[in-house]
């Protein structure tokens, strides 16, 4: 393993921070590094906003779970598609701004590839970090404590800080059933694997203390309700086109 | 800058590939780099499409532009948001599925967290890469080359391969130009941190001999007419809901 794989295969979700601040030229240097990834034609069509604002913070951290780690940790960033700065450019043309699903997904798309560079930085910087899909709870929330404009559509949340809890590394599915070769596999090859990895995974929670129960037994669970509806008025209430 | 950070600021996008191929063993190695991204409570909802026939690779590479370089490469794959996994288990569950937009995003979302890690595991083993949103040209030819069953939305392309040239890096608009505090900037803000890339950016076209030309022209050009129309349609064929 090279350096940069080891300090891949060394990346835990931290969900508890010491005090200590994340200092701005190290974000600058996590920024530049996450810029750095593709991005289609060069339209670099996300930004980021760090929420400083303790009131805000806290606010967040709420409507995220509440996810108190959103108002403890050492800098806490939301991540968003920006459409905007392509709607102003297309303005000042004197054109119409043209709405499609491709923008929308580009912009969610290039926003990732991006969140991923600057995640891998800060880690390798030595802080920890975790995703926070919670702020999707209450878009409209959170997009008034902001005060984001039409094009700006936040995605996802994330903090960063020196991690003060050192846990395990979740187990993931068997590479060999995420990869495949001209088709997708059968169904029964699918449940097979499925199978395969829920011992995995039930030994991962036994050998933590645990109670024992299997990914297939959370993920029937997770799937057959309604999540987090409302999300796509929401965006379309932004300027963007998801159909 | 440590390993990591100096290997993320190496990356360009490579379009020109000598014939070597890329041994399985180092594809598993970028697959288990890639997993170990983050994934919203361990959903794990992508995959990834190896395409190692030799006509499908040349249907896939006329279909994405036409773009030689998906035949060319030593190794092409489709990466893909994966709701089909979940859909059996909650099937064999006796529920039904639920779909929703939060489940196309994530889907969305932790494929290019995914898609980053792999695409830098593979760069700091020596190889070059590019993203293939082309492939999105025509996703149902696409679907019937890969015969993808209902659940299986791809989303873009990569190549990956022994780079055979070596391209100069695009500049990016400046770090404190995609990241704000608490709010975003006016639009008069915004415009002023446009016309100060659209400088840098003629000069970079300059430098390299290219028609002169601002990125701002690029974007009011990109963004004023309908780009892929009927992606929607086709990620609504595959069951997923982006309402």
Redesign the interface.
């Known amino acids: 393993m090279?350096?940069?794989?080891e300090?891949?295969?060394e990346?835990r979700?931290i969900r508890k921070y010491t005090d200590d601040a994340v200092p701005h030229a190290h974000?600058?240097?996590a920024?530049?590094?996450g810029?750095?990834?593709?991005t289609?034609?060069?339209?670099?069509p996300?930004?980021?906003?760090?929420?400083?604002?303790d009131e805000?913070r806290q606010r967040i951290a709420d409507l995220s779970g509440p996810q108190q780690k959103v108002r403890d940790c050492g800098a806490f960033f939301v991540i968003c598609a920006d459409l905007?700065?392509?709607?102003?450019?297309?303005d000042?043309?004197g054109?119409?701004?043209?709405a499609?699903?491709?923008?929308f997904?580009?912009g969610?798309?290039d926003a990732?590839?991006f969140?991923?560079?600057f995640?891998?930085?800060f880690e390798?910087?030595g802080y920890g970090?975790?995703?926070i899909?919670g702020i999707?709870n209450d878009l409209p929330l959170l997009d008034r404590l902001?005060?984001?404009?039409e094009g700006?559509c936040p995605?996802?949340g994330l903090c960063v800080g020196v991690p003060d809890e050192s846990p395990s590394?979740?187990p993931?599915?068997d590479?060999?059933a995420?990869?495949?070769?001209?088709?997708?596999p059968t169904?029964d090859e699918?449940?097979a694997a499925?199978d395969r990895y829920d011992e995995v995974y039930t030994k991962y929670l036994t050998d933590r203390g645990a109670q024992p129960s299997t990914?297939?037994?959370?993920?029937?669970k997770?799937?057959?309700?309604?999540?987090?509806?409302g999300?796509?008025d929401y965006?379309a209430s932004k300027g963007a086109n998801?159909?």
Not at 40 to 44: D, L, P, T
Not at 46 to 53: L, Q
Not at 95 to 98: A, G, I, K
Not at 100 to 103: D, I, Q, V
Request: proline share 2%.
């Open positions: 090279n350096p940069t794989i300090l891949i295969h990346h979700s974000i600058l240097e920024m530049r590094a810029q750095m990834a593709a289609s034609s060069a339209v670099q996300y930004c980021v906003i760090r929420v400083t604002d805000k905007r700065k392509h709607m102003l450019i297309v000042r043309a054109e119409d701004y043209n499609s699903l491709e923008a997904l580009v969610t798309i990732s590839l969140a991923q560079n995640t891998l930085a390798s910087l970090t975790c995703y899909g999707r902001l005060n984001l404009p700006v995605l996802y590394s979740r993931r599915l590479a060999e995420m990869l495949f070769e001209n088709t997708y169904d699918t449940l499925i990914w297939s037994a959370a993920i029937a997770k799937f057959s309700y309604a999540s987090r509806s999300l796509g965006y998801l159909c």
